[in-house]
């Protein structure tokens, strides 16, 4: 498979690539194979979640209510320190 990058993103590879003695090649290997670890997780967290949600196990709130919420949350936590 072949990519092609962005210049500026090639270059900030081959300096990540230097900096760590390692070929660009490689490093470029290890944070794909990272950066679709990461995915799998959230898609599987996001199906779950959905999953909860659909089956009515979890309540889904407001997006004001939600933001509210943590305000009040945040306050209180400034209130005790």
Known sequence: MEVHFKPETEA???ELAVL????PDDL???VVAAYLVILAETRET???RYDDIKSGRVKPIDGDE???LMRRKS???RAKG
């Open 12 to 14: 900030r590879f081959q």
């Open 46 to 48: 996001l199906d779950s």
């Open 66 to 68: 939600a933001m509210a």
């Open 28 to 30: 470029i290997e290890e």
């Open 20 to 23: 760590s003695g390692r070929a």
């Open 75 to 77: 306050e209180a936590r």
